[in-house]
């Protein structure tokens, strides 16, 4: 595994199209047009994309299908445009070129705000959980603001996403200022997974903890990919969270123009 170079800079880096690593289970090919017809749950399709119009292109020519039932990780030097990756694939902003599918959909042509809220359940690096509210209200938080109808009860049903993500039952009502990062991070996937979504996506989510906790997090996501079908897209500069992956999409840089 090519380990990171800090000497690629944010500001003088695009990237084109990613290098995939072909792992035991085969990533796909980088260069190649996903056709509509794709069995990928989300794919980029000759994805580009600038900050400002006619601009520098951040990525370039990004072409990747994510399969259902797979861990993904998405791999590359600093600047290669992962931040870019992540926040297109979870609907937060649009390619100017290309198209992101979700089942086969261009996302342009759906609802994001519906995609955002039902489909994909994002894991973010800061974990974004509400300090002053206890782990329970965090997650029905989320289950709120998805507008889905649920056949349980809410607080029933935080105790089964606190099983499935290895915590007892009792931290339901513990606040999240008195939680480890270990544990808060937890917490974010089980609120993430809250309004049952099809694909998962993490931001560098074992970036701050430690080896023992690092790889229980990753039997977590592994058995979410293997065990329930889901798709797992990780962002990470980790080798190791790299290698615990069913796939690796690194992205390449190019050098300044």
């Known amino acids: ?29 980088g260069g190649r047009t996903v056709e509509s017809g794709s069995q990928a749950v989300l794919a980029l399709d000759n994805v580009s994309y600038s900050y400002t119009k006619g601009g520098k292109k951040v990525i370039h020519g990004l072409s990747h299908a994510f399969e259902a039932g797979k861990v993904h990780a998405i791999t ?5 445009g992962k931040t870019t990756v992540l ?6 902003t649009s390619p100017t070129e ?8 261009d996302l ?10 039902h489909d994909v359940g994002v894991i973010f690096q800061s974990f974004n959980l509400l300090p002053s509210l206890t782990v329970e209200e965090n997650i029905i938080l989320s289950m709120d603001a998805s507008g ?8 029933e049903i935080v105790r089964g996403l606190l099983a499935k993500v290895r915590l007892a039952e009792e931290y339901a009502n513990e606040r999240i200022l008195h939680l480890s990062g270990g544990e808060q991070q937890r917490v974010a996937i089980a609120r993430a997974l809250s309004y049952g979504p099809d694909v998962i996506i993490a931001d560098e989510p074992t970036g701050n903890l430690d080896l023992d ?7 977590i996501f592994r058995d979410l990919a293997h065990d329930e079908g889901k798709c797992v897209i990780i962002v990470t500069h980790s080798p190791d969270v790299a290698r615990q992956s069913d796939e ?9 123009r």
């Open 213 to 219: 906790t690092q790889d229980d997090i990753m039997r």
């Open 248 to 256: 690796v999409f690194e992205l390449a840089p190019l050098n300044r």
């Open 76 to 80: 590359g030097p600093s600047g290669a």
């Open 87 to 92: 926040s297109l694939l979870s609907g937060l």
């Open 98 to 105: 290309g198209r992101i599918l979700y089942k086969g959909a």
């Open 148 to 155: 889905k109808s649920f056949e349980r009860p809410k607080p």
């Open 108 to 117: 342009r042509q759906t609802d994001r705000y519906d995609f955002r809220s």
């Open 1 to 29: 595994m090519t380990t990171e170079q800090e000497t690629v800079a944010p500001e003088t880096t695009e990237a084109t199209a990613a290098r995939p690593r072909n792992s035991e289970r085969n990533a796909a090919d």
